[in-house]
């Protein structure tokens, strides 16, 4: 998979980005009470392994919630998902269902988010009922696989 940024130098901010989006309140909420997983699109070692560990480690710091890595170098799971960018949010439901796909938030400047999507979408389905919206567009860089 090749990722449409010049350098991982250029993916890095957005990365780091969406780490500091996440407000301290994310890592003490209630949800989720069952692994998440994240998905890797470059082999495991390099920078962007390494960032989505440390995401990892900062959620299960802050509520005890288990995250494993898929490494996905061959973009096997981002093209059967369709993702188009980094990052593409996917939130999966118990049956295994897609349930919400898109972006992070309705903020692709990183300026001030008035609405998270993925936090969203899991308070849905905590409650028993699907996200809506159910897709918004991704924004962030562009896949090509």
């Known amino acids: 998979m090749i990722?449409?940024?010049?350098?991982?130098?250029?993916l890095?901010?957005?990365?780091?980005?969406a780490i500091a989006l996440c407000p301290p309140a994310v890592f003490s909420q209630a949800y989720p009470n069952k692994p998440i997983r994240?998905?890797?699109?470059?082999?495991?070692?390099?920078?962007?392994?390494?960032?989505g560990r440390i995401v990892g480690k900062a959620f299960h710091a802050g509520n005890g919630t288990t995250f494993r890595i898929l490494e996905d170098p061959t973009?096997?799971?981002?093209?059967?998902y369709g993702?188009?960018?980094?990052?593409?949010?996917?939130?999966?439901?118990?049956q295994g269902k897609l349930a919400?796909?898109?972006?992070?938030?309705?903020?692709?400047?990183?300026?001030?988010a008035s609405?998270?999507?993925?936090?969203?979408?899991?308070?849905?389905?905590?409650?028993?009922e699907r996200p809506d919206p159910a897709s918004t567009r991704p924004y962030g860089c562009s896949m090509k696989y």
Request: with cysteine; glycine share 14%; net charge negative.
């Open 12 to 17: 890095l901010p957005v990365l780091l980005g």
């Open 38 to 51: 994240i998905i890797v699109p470059f082999p495991a070692g390099g920078g962007v392994d390494y960032i």
């Open 115 to 128: 609405v998270d999507y993925v936090d969203s979408a899991l308070r849905a389905l905590a409650a028993g």
């Open 3 to 10: 990722i449409n940024c010049r350098n991982i130098d250029a």
């Open 75 to 80: 973009g096997e799971t981002g093209r059967a």
């Open 100 to 112: 919400y796909a898109g972006a992070i938030d309705d903020d692709p400047r990183g300026r001030g």
């Open 83 to 94: 993702a188009k960018s980094t990052p593409h949010l996917f939130v999966i439901d118990a």
